[in-house]
């Protein structure tokens, strides 16, 4: 059974507009993805190399998947992802040919970005590989064909690879040698300004009536992430419809309520696990 050929992803119309606060992180992909993918001649006449892989970490929810897609929209670049479903899937049956398959993909379409959300599925410590349950060799070969296909990856490529993670301490060291994920950037959790300006792209086309007061909504929601504030925003349209079919607007205790519902799953301590 051969692998199955992985195509651009279209849903990577994701402008830098549309990811809340972050300017850090921003900027820095901006620098380590954009900038080589766009202007590769540059980073070649003046002898930069720049990373071959960049990996992203820290708290779920906060974006690493759709900054990397805003990162692919504005460099025009093939956008591919390569989940542990499409590795280890039955269907697939080779793992390693999957990951052949993806390399060859995106070589054929570039400037391309190979996105590996999740990587530590795809690619765990090898003590806790032998250690899991079933296919540890599998997932010692699976490792070996990553590495192989990204030390064959040449800096005029034009062909970036990005993984994504929320346990870093899962990943195996091999891949953080240098020209592999040479550039490791922590996403964090929004600050308040940040949340301010989120709950602003979540509700730009809602009718909020006078009284929402987002700011203060920013204030009263720390540690929540850029998706659990995304929820919060749905849940108070949502208290709005049930309320009435032909609600105007959504109002500030819709938000008030809407808080109670959504929790978040980051708190100091798991944040601090980051440092
Ligand atoms: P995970 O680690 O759980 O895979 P992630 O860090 O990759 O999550 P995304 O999947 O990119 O996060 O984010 C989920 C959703 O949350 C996004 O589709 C987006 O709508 C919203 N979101 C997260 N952060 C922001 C942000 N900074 N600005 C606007 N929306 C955000």
Partial sequence: RGAKTFSKDSSATVTWADIGGLEDVKTSLQ??????????????????????????????GCSKSTIVRACAFASNATFLTLSAADVFSPYVGDAEAAIRQVFRDARAATPAIIFMD??????SK???????????????????????????????????????????????????????????????????????????IHTKHAHLANDVNLSLIAEQTPYFSGAELENVCREASLLALRESIHAESIEMRHF????????????????????
């Avoid at 070649?44 to 820290?58: C, D, M, Q, T, V």
């Avoid at 490792?143 to 005029?156: I, K, R």
């Avoid at 346990?167 to 922590?186: Q, S, T």
């Fill in 126 to 200: 090898r003590e806790f590989a032998q250690g899991g349950s079933g296919g540890s060799g599998m997932a010692l070969r699976v490792l070996s064909t990553l590495l192989n296909e990204m030390d064959g990856v040449e800096v005029a490529d034009g062909l970036l690879i990005v993984g994504a993670t929320n346990r870093p301490d899962m990943i195996d060291a091999a891949l953080l040698r240098p020209g592999r994920f040479d550039r490791v950037i922590y996403v964090p959790l929004p600050t308040t300004e940040d949340r301010h300006h989120i709950l602003k």
């Fill in 31 to 60: 620098q380590a993805v954009e900038w080589p993918l766009k202007f590769p001649e540059t980073f070649e006449r003046l002898s930069l190399k720049p990373p071959r892989g960049i990996l992203l970490y820290g708290p779920p």
């Fill in 118 to 123: 999740e990587i530590d599925a795809i690619v």
């Fill in 256 to 275: 008030t309520k809407a808080l109670t519902c959504v929790q978040p799953v980051s708190n100091a301590t798991s944040i601090a696990t980051y440092a």
